[in-house]
């Protein structure tokens, strides 16, 4: 029998099983659930909704071809991305996931990107933000705002790397089957380019993606609170089932067999068994697994520790996984090279831990002045849209920056080539 015929046997005996488990242990099962309600309602909805309406409101006004255009000499060399990538990485990056996997669907949507430059963005995009990785792993599990600075190294230097090796994926000569925020833009040759400056092209390319769109502002409001409302409903339903899936495994016992399966492994490749259960835990949520990491036996080493939350971090969870499945399922784009490139990040992202542990740490200690972070609630959620708002700016004026810096110098290597010195 294939693969694919005993997929809906296994799916069946799946759910089968976990119906059984939630009659069996019921107390259990409902505590999970409200747990993981929970985590939805005080954390992830009012940090995650805003973002949702605001990223849409700034396609439909054309500001992601404006940013587009003033970054397409900087991700089309590095990335083999349309510069509106540029938006998406920095969107991903201050806000989390599923920011990144949402913008790429919606590039997608506007033929902006192909498959294969949807496929390398969404596998890059997708990250912790830095408000939960400074404020609940490094302060909240961790104890020290300290750690921040290597697991923010390794996570977002290990998010580059990705972006770099995505460049590899697909057809070399890929083209576009529609237009991008720069290919809407009016088509500007090299010579062409001193003449009609990037700013205006850029602010053209807006113009025209505003005119395209043709909704008015209640309208494209409106629109934006309904699909955004309908992607936090999918994500808070996902991270319920999570929560509860996993509770169940644990009161059925299952946990210690994979407990014991990663011990042999983490054995093998010189890391403290007792790391075992972060990491499944890990595999299926963020917050769990970083919590466990950050409170393991003190017998394990804190590198360790770091490494392994920085693992989870990269990994994003099974929960995350389904979210951006969920997402993608409405275009063409493959999980697969997502899933790929997400295990590559986790695992680069716990080399790179303990390469550069010893030039940015030292001899750390551990402070005992902080103490853990209490339970992230509505109110700081909410003031933690300010700091990713702030993020987001100095990220995209850096981003544009570095791209102008990079254009200018490309132009003056090619002219330098026109006309050699004689």
Known sequence: MSVKKLGLP?????????????LFFPGAYLESALRGLAIWWDVLFPSLFPFFIISEMMLGFGIVHLFGTLMDPLMKPLFRIPGSGG???????????????????????????????????????????????IGAVS?????????????A???????????????????????????????????????????????????????????????????????????????????????????????????????????FILDQML???????????????????????????????????????????????????????AQIASILHATNLRYLPFMIARLIHAIL????VMLLWNPLMGSFMPSPVFSPLPEMGIASAAGGITDRIAFFCILIVFMIVASSVWSLIRTLWRAGKRNPAK
């Open 267 to 321: 054995t093998a490749v010189g890391f403290p068994p007792s790391l075992s259960e972060a990491l499944v835990g890990g595999l299926f949520e963020v917050t769990l697994g970083a919590r466990s990491a950050g409170e393991a036996a003190s017998s394990v080493p804190l590198p360790y520790k770091a490494a392994a939350a920085a693992f989870i971090l990269s990994w994003g969870g099974l929960s995350v996984h």
């Open 349 to 352: 992202a716990s080399v790179l």
């Open 87 to 133: 938006f998406v990485a920095a969107m991903g990056y201050v806000s989390g996931y599923p920011i990144g996997a949402k913008l790429t669907a919606k590039l997608w949507e506007q033929n902006m990107v192909t498959r294969d430059e949807g496929e390398r963005l969404v596998a890059f995009t997708t990250s912790s933000d830095p408000i939960f990785l």
């Open 153 to 259: 190294a390794a996570h977002y230097g290990g998010g580059f790397l990705i972006g770099l090796l995505m460049r590899f994926h697909g057809k070399q000569s890929a083209t576009p089957d529609g237009s991008n925020a720069s290919r809407m833009a009016p088509k500007a040759t090299a010579e062409a380019a001193v003449k009609d400056r990037r700013v205006q092209r850029a602010f053209a390319a807006m113009h025209q993606a505003r005119m395209q769109d043709g909704r008015g502002m209640g309208e494209m409001l409106r629109q934006a609170v309904e699909s955004s409302l309908k992607l936090i409903i999918v994500v808070g339903g996902l991270v319920v089932f999570f929560s509860v899936f996993l509770e169940l495994l644990t009161q059925a016992g299952v946990m210690r067999i994979l407990y």
């Open 139 to 151: 302060v909240g599990f961790f104890h020290d705002p300290k750690i921040a600075v290597i697991l």
């Open 10 to 22: 296994l799916m069946m005996a799946s759910l089968v099983s976990l119906l059984l488990l939630m």
